[in-house]
Each structure stands twice: as C-alpha cells, then as structure tokens.
T-cell receptor
Framework: KAGVTQTPRYLIKTRGQQVTLSCSPISGHRSVSWYQQTPGQGLQFLFEYFSETQRNKGNFPGRFSGRQFSNSRSEMNVSTLELGDSALYLC?????????????FGQGTRLTVV | SQKIEQNSEALNIQEGKTATLTCNYTNYSPAYLQWYRQDPGRGPVFLLLIRENEKEKRKERLKVTFDTTLKQSLFHITASQPADSATYLCALDHNAGNMLTFGGGTRLMVKP
C-alpha cells in the first residue's frame, strides 16, 4: 500500500510570507502528526490530529497551525515566515493514534526561507 | 522538562562488529520507547518498540534493552554491515496519542 505522501517536496519562500504543506496518510490511518527537523534542534513535535481534532500540541508559536480533513489528509500552515522556520517538515501517520503504535513518516517537505 | 539524550558524536565501527547506541532520558518515565532509523533526506523509519515491563526486545540483528532504573535504553546491531550506516533516533512515547519526543540521534558509520 502507498506510504505517507507529503507535498511539495521542496519549497522556497520569502520572509513574511505564509506557506501550506500537505500530508496524505496511509489509507486507514486516522492520526497525523507533524514534526520540524533542524540541525540544531533535531526532530521536534508540532501537533497531532486525530479524527479532525487537534489532540496534542508542541511548544511552537501560534504562527504554526494545522488541520485535518474528513479523509484524514492534513495540512499545516506557517504564517509570517521567519528565517528560522527553514527546516525539514515531516508528517507521520499511525493507524489509530493510541500509544504503542509505530509512526510511519513521509519523506518530508524541505522549506527554505530567504 | 523531559530530556532525552543520545551520543551526538558519530559512531564508527568495522563491518561484522556489534554497534551499541545509547539513549538516556530524564524527568520522565515513559511507558514505551521507540527506535527509528533515518537516512539522509528521508523520513525516519520505525525499527523497534519496547515497553517498560520488557527488559529486552529483538528483531533479526537488532536488540533493544530498556532499564527504567537507569533511565536508559541501549540499541544493538549485531554483525553490522555498511548498509546499516545511518542516523538512529530514540523516541519517548508519551502514552497520549501519536506524539513522540526524539533524541538528537546518533550517526552510525560501518566501514567495510
């Protein structure tokens, strides 16, 4: 079956702009989580959506937001981009979002803010 | 706050030897701990999950231990191969949905 698909793979934006990233989870998976990965901070949890509701949220400013649709596809949005938002953004899906389950990651979207 | 640490220095070993990676955590008592492998430019791939009441878990050439007293997990790759070269990440499972706290990862280089 198809894996987690993230689009676009690469993105270049200018400071102050906003950006929307998309994630299609594995078919049948209802939980989608987003992570930011940078060389300095590593992999950091942004938020998790389950059945269209945000269930968990990491320690990021309100400029970072997301949503999940009824088909479990998810989007995350970053407004008023800053240079420090340059990172690899990873989406992970899991079947039912309970603990004790593995997360399946997409290939990520590489965002560069100039 | 919770802290999870992995040796940030790269681990270089010879092919055929056993690689041992360490993951230490503080200020938290996770019920589960997960290990992932990440190759450059790709998302992490799940390897193993171990529960707090499991001292050891194995999968083929991989072995994970979980010592809740020491607050430490060890990840072993036996008979290592150059194809095992990658960054290995440990992650605390918060027992609250699909939310993981990752360590910084350890880069493993297996030389032929």
């Amino acid at each position: 079956k198809a894996g987690v698909t993230q689009t676009p793979r690469y993105l270049i934006k200018t400071r102050g702009q906003q950006v929307t990233l998309s994630c299609s989870p594995i078919s049948g998976h209802r939980s989608v989580s987003w992570y930011q990965q940078t060389p300095g901070q590593g992999l950091q949890f942004l938020f998790e959506y389950f059945s269209e509701t945000q269930r968990n949220k990491g320690n990021f400013p309100g400029r970072f937001s997301g949503r999940q649709f009824s088909n479990s596809r998810s989007e995350m949005n970053v407004s008023t981009l800053e240079l420090g938002d340059s990172a690899l953004y990873l989406c992970a899906s899991s079947k039912d979002g309970y603990t004790n389950t593995e997360a399946f990651f997409g290939q990520g979207t590489r965002l560069t803010v100039v | 706050s919770q802290k999870i640490e992995q040796n940030s220095e790269a681990l270089n070993i010879q092919e055929g030897k056993t690689a041992t990676l360490t993951c230490n955590y503080t200020n938290y008592s996770p019920a589960y701990l997960q290990w992932y492998r990440q190759d450059p430019g790709r998302g992490p791939v799940f390897l193993l999950l171990i529960r707090e009441n499991e001292k050891e878990k194995r999968k083929e050439r991989l072995k994970v231990t979980f010592d809740t007293t020491l607050k430490q997990s060890l990840f072993h790759i036996t008979a290592s191969q150059p194809a095992d070269s990658a960054t290995y990440l440990c992650a605390l499972d918060h027992n609250a949905g699909n939310m993981l706290t990752f360590g910084g990862g350890t880069r493993l280089m297996v030389k032929p």
